[in-house]
């Protein structure tokens, strides 16, 4: 089980926001990561009350980053 954390822009010298969470129950990375892209372009359309988001992280089942993607690596 993965978990998908949808995340603001960086600023300078603060982490980014954490703007949504979810978690999946798809089983492989590059299915989340793919899940996860799908995810993003559906929130950017439709989003209207709530900051955009920047990017994504993956985490695993014990809460370590396994992988991660933002407008900036597009």
């Not at 980014?16 to 990561?33: A, I, K, Q, Y």
């Not at 559906?42 to 920047?54: A, S």
Request: proline share 5%; aromatic share 8%; glycine share 6%.
């Amino acid at each position: 089980m993965f978990k998908i954390e949808f995340i603001g822009p960086h600023s300078e010298g603060a982490k980014p926001e954490v703007l949504d969470r979810m978690s999946t129950d798809l089983t492989r990375l590059d299915e989340v990561v793919t899940h996860a892209k799908s995810l993003f372009s559906n929130v950017i359309v439709q989003r209207v009350h709530k900051p955009l988001p920047h990017g994504f992280w993956i985490l695993d089942n014990q809460g370590v980053e396994v992988a991660r993607w933002s407008i900036d690596d597009a």
